[in-house]
Structures are given as structure tokens and as C-alpha cells.
């Protein structure tokens, strides 16, 4: 069982950088891709970015790749997500997530979820 938890989340300025942060406890080794995804009222949750635990070979939406960097500290089983340029259109809630897969690029792919965390971009 993966806990993940989440934290960096707030109300932010359209053009602010932020970096959300997401700590892993537990059975850390079933792990093998971590993700973030988003989800902004009234949407469905929405994949953007993907890192492969063992090699750190990472992936994005389109919609994001030029603004979002996902990085992770296997030695401090943390995970983040820089976000440059903030847009109005980033409000979302945030989430970690992790898989036992080698690839995962959907919501459905997950099987740990942290509880979320929330962004606010205003304009």
C-alpha cells in the first residue's frame, strides 16, 4: 500500500511559477511510474505529466509540456511539479499518483492516489 501526500497548493497570480510537492509512504517499491494530474470543476481528471521511477524518463500532455516540469527524489521518495507561466485556466485541484506500471498516461492507469491539492490562479 502507497500513501502519497500532497502540499504546495494556493491562490497564485496569472504568470507566478509554482511547484507542487507530493511525499511517498510506504510500499514505495511497487512503484514505477509516478504522475500528476489535474481536475477543474466541472471537467474530468486530466493526466499531465508522468515520470518513470527508475530512470527518471519523463512525459506530458500537449497542453502543458512547455510550462510543466515534473521531477522526483527517489532518495527522499518525493515527487513535484514545477509549473512556470500560470494561466488562469491551471485552477484545477492537483494530484499525485502512482502505478506499478511502466507507463501511464490516463487516469484509469493509477492505483494510488494522494488527496489532492488545490491551485487558485487569478488573472
Known amino acids: 500500500q502507497v500513501q502519497l501526500v500532497e502540499s504546495g497548493g494556493g491562490l497564485v497570480q496569472a504568470g507566478d511559477s509554482l511547484r507542487l510537492s507530493c511525499v511517498a509512504l510506504?510500499?514505495?517499491?511497487?512503484?514505477?511510474?509516478l504522475g500528476w494530474l489535474r481536475q477543474a470543476p466541472g471537467n474530468e481528471r486530466e493526466f499531465v505529466a508522468g515520470i518513470r521511477r527508475n530512470d527518471g524518463t519523463t512525459y506530458y500532455s500537449d497542453s502543458v509540456k512547455d510550462r510543466f516540469t515534473i521531477e522526483r527524489d527517489n532518495a527522499n521518495n518525493m515527487l513535484y511539479l514545477r509549473i512556470a507561466s500560470l494561466k488562469p485556466e491551471d485552477t484545477a485541484d492537483y494530484y499525485c499518483?502512482?502505478?506499478?506500471?511502466?507507463?501511464?498516461?490516463?487516469?484509469?492507469?493509477?492505483?494510488?492516489w494522494g488527496q489532492g491539492v488545490h491551485v487558485t490562479v487569478s488573472s
Open positions: 499518483a502512482a502505478s506499478s506500471n511502466w507507463y501511464c498516461s490516463s487516469a484509469r492507469c493509477f492505483a494510488s
Open positions: 510506504g510500499r514505495t517499491s511497487s512503484m514505477n511510474t
